[in-house]
């Protein structure tokens, strides 16, 4: 094991010389907080003044989808069929359409489908319908024979 | 001392450790504070995309007495919000005498809002609402519904729809002071609101708004009570047009009107009524399905028919003698109606009736739908008279809904379709489309077509001559019935209907239109009939449907 000794002005040399490295170290530490601390308070505001940015834009846009939506419905009010056949018959005089043609560029209609299959109605037996015709006055004889009012 | 030492540990112990969290949340509770941020209600579209509903911000301005130096400004309040409320200064001073807070206005636009919002008035508050804007004005109200003040639908496709239509309310949770007040800067967090959906419908504002100029004209000619038409595609079950009459205008509705239900009700969908001889179409299908009557069937018809101890006559008190179906149809012979139903059997007939939907809720997204009444043979009250007075309408009960559905499936070849008001669904998180849907097959397409050239052999033939559109093969029926009151029937309230889908050979329009007591005639040929043609024929005209035959 070996002691090394210093003489004593060396020694004071080294000493002198720590404290020369530990307060610059002590000043950097200083400036490097205060470094910091500027950025982040810069960087604070930077995000405090785009946060009010935000919601200034935000509004913003609200406001203009709004104004949107209001618009869509003034132009939904004006072209509303009420205000359209108003504007038609005041301004324009137009009338309503009576007759309509229809043009057929083939030059013919379409074949109506088969009539149904129908049996045609016997002639009703003039006798047997007249008697059937006087079916009330059989039935209210019915009725006061079988005793109901 | 240890002892106490102890004790006060233990209460400690227990404040920090056991109610930690009572205690953090009563303390959030505190000085967090939260409002709603309500979400704009969706907008309900007509089938081209026009919005018949559409929700717009506007503001409710309200004067806070007890705010720091606002009773002392009550002249200069009165006199600066005066000319921008368009109100008299006298009016505003005399209302802001209040004591409570007071409402000054409501539904205020937005950019009159900012200019009494830049005024700074101590004691005004702006209070943002959301406020329903119909730019079609009245058209398609009683469908359409409407919201109440707490912005909930009420009736409706509002009410039908509300979760969908109200969105997701939005939250701002706040640190506040002591008084409540929000901190600037404080801790915020906002949990945004999420819109409600638009509904696009399958309304048509076209043909929806000529029903409705129709209808009104029929009720104020023959001086009726109320009416509905129907507007509907056989081929999808969508609605094209729905009229209800008589109607409340949403765009000024009175909350407290005492008649406001009977003015805010959809009564296509919701009114029970006796379909009378319109009914006769449903009858000639069970009995031409049941395989026991062809289209060559026959009868005698003397003008009336035994039913038990009961004689059901002719609604005119004639004899028809020997007639067929055609006949049938054509002289809506109530004999010929029985000998039908007769004919077809109760099994055959009432599993037909029951299969068109009849005493069936048709769509369970129509909350206000009410379901018809049919009283079944297995009921205990029913009696062989019932089969009779069914088969010609009465005795049974049906919605205008279902009565139209009926028919549109035989339209459509015998599928019975699900009718439908929301053809889609504009979510902030997709579009949702519905498709049309068969709910069953009720008769062949055989039958169909059988009784769709009766109907049109026997419109033809003049059964229902107002109702006739030149150029195109109709096929209809006409309606009178008559109004149950107590034991019977009464001898002065009618019901004149007409029921009919054009054109016959490939139907795109069902159309019903029913006109309840009308005070001059009664008859369907007369009341309902005309409008049934002048709806007809200005849908055919809106949809370029030309014509198959050449006009007589």
Known sequence: ?149 | MLGGLGVLAGRLVYLQVVEHGRFTELARSEQLGKRAIIPRRGAILAVDGHPLAISLQTYDVYFYPRYPGAADARDRIAAELAPLLKRPVDELRTQTLSDGPVLLASGVQPETAAKISAAELPGIVLDPKWRRYYPEGSLAGPVLGFIGRDAQGLSGVEADYDPLLAGKTGWVYYERDASGEEIPLGFKQVDPPIDGADLVLTLDRYIQRVAEAELDKALKAHRADSGVVIVMDPKTGALLAVVSRPAADPTKLDLNDPNLQALIRNRAFTDLYEPGSTFKIITLAAALESGRVDTGETYYCPGYVKVGPWSIWMWNYTALGPANLVDFIRYSCNVGAVHLARRTGPADFYRVVRDFGFAERLNPEFRSEVAGQVKLPSDSTWSEVDLATNAFGQALSVTPLELTTAVAAVANGGLLMRPYLVKEIRAPDGIRRFEPTVIRRVISEETARKVTNLLVEAANKGSSPTALIPGYRLAGKTGTAQVPEGDGYSRTKFIASYIGYVPAEAPRLVILVKIDNPKDVPWGTTVAAPVFREVASKALAYYGIPPTEKPR
Request: proline share 9%; hydrophobic share 45%; net charge positive.
């Open chain 1, 1 to 149: 094991m070996a002691v090394i000794t210093y003489p004593r002005r060396r020694q004071a040399a080294v000493a002198g010389g720590a404290r020369l490295r530990v307060g610059g170290v002590l000043g950097f530490l200083l400036i490097s907080a205060g470094v910091l601390g500027l950025i982040s308070l810069t960087l604070s505001t930077l995000v405090t003044t785009q946060g009010y940015e935000v919601r200034r834009l935000q509004a913003e846009r609200a406001r203009w989808t709004e104004q949107t939506f209001r618009l869509e419905t003034e132009i939904s009010s004006l072209r509303s069929l009420d205000r359209v056949e108003r504007e038609a018959r005041t301004r324009l005089k137009l009338t309503e359409a009576k007759d309509r043609l229809f043009v057929n560029p083939a030059g013919a209609l379409p074949p109506p489908p088969p009539p149904p299959s129908v049996r045609p109605t016997p002639e009703p037996d003039a006798l047997q319908l007249a008697f059937d015709r006087l079916a009330w006055l059989r039935l209210l004889l019915q009725d006061v024979a079988a005793g109901l009012p």
